[in-house]
């Protein structure tokens, strides 16, 4: 039950954040303003703005003008409400309240994450308004949390404000030092500046994973297009998808695939 009220959250909640992405590029307030169509401009109706079903039930095409809807809407709505429902899986507890901080810190940050990914998948941008929020709120959190749970001689490791400011200034140094000898060529200082709400969000040292992860998904990418011949060896793509693929791999399945590793080693 847990799981699909979470799952059903994310739905709409992930239905917001494309809403979100669009409004932002176009400077437009995603609060006071009804959905529309952005062939015709007609008003969504209510029940076709239900996420997740309504694509489908419309043939992904829009009931007035029957242009294509895009498939990142469903996507979007779809791998934000797994990405919840996985939260509420893991770390939801009714009965702790400190569980209730916590997966809405976590779906907090997977929101602004996924919204993130969308942004530079489509506009090679990441936007400072959700990213330094998050760093934000990240901090905030991370040292509510060490408050919450201090106690004398505890490992230093425990600590997620340490764990977090180290793994954050060890990705923005190695990012910060692609960034300076490419000239922006491998990547951006806003994928720079990502690293650091990664590394405050995971700590040390799952963001490891996280930008092994990355690279590694990155690259695959890139090949195939070459391969494709859909992009040249010089050519750009957004790293921040694979950023955040990276993250989502490593927070849920960090000690899976280390116990995996080190079997392989010993």
């Not at 959250?9 to 400077?27: H, K, P, Q, T, Y």
């Not at 940050?109 to 090679?124: G, H, K, N, Q």
């Not at 180290?166 to 990012?175: D, K």
């Not at 720079?192 to 590694?216: Q, S």
Request: charged share 10%.
């Amino acid at each position: 039950m847990t799981i699909a009220i979470f799952f059903i959250f994310g739905l709409m909640i992930g239905s917001f954040l494309n809403v979100v992405v669009f409004r932002l590029r176009l400077a437009e307030s995603f609060f006071w303003t009804r959905s529309k169509c952005p062939h015709c401009q007609s008003l969504i109706r209510w029940f076709d703005n239900i996420p997740l079903l309504s694509f489908f039930v419309l043939g992904a095409r829009c009931r007035d003008c029957r242009k294509k809807i895009s498939w990142q809407y469903p996507l979007v709505e779809l791998a934000t409400g797994i990405v919840f429902g996985a939260i509420g899986a893991n770390f939801f507890v009714s009965s702790e309240w400190l569980s209730w901080v916590l997966t809405g810190y976590y779906c907090l940050i997977f929101s602004a994450l996924v919204a993130i990914l969308v942004y530079d998948w489509l506009y090679f941008e990441i936007l400072g308004i959700l990213l330094w929020g998050s760093v934000f709120l990240a901090i905030i959190f991370n040292l509510f949390w060490d408050w919450q749970n201090f106690s004398f001689g505890q490992n230093i490791w425990d600590s997620f404000i340490y764990a977090g400011v180290l793994a954050g200034t060890v990705g923005f140094s190695l990012f910060f030092f692609l960034v300076a000898i490419s000239r922006e060529k491998w990547m951006g200082m806003g994928d720079a500046n990502l690293a650091i709400l990664l590394g405050l969000f995971l700590g040390w040292p799952k963001i490891i994973l996280a930008f092994f992860l990355a690279f590694a998904l990155g690259a695959i990418y890139g090949i195939i297009l070459i391969v494709l011949k859909k992009k040249k060896m010089k050519s750009q793509i957004p790293f921040a998808p694979f950023l955040v693929a990276g993250t989502l791999i490593s927070f849920f399945f960090f000690s899976s695939v280390s116990a995996w590793y080190w079997s392989l080693l010993f």
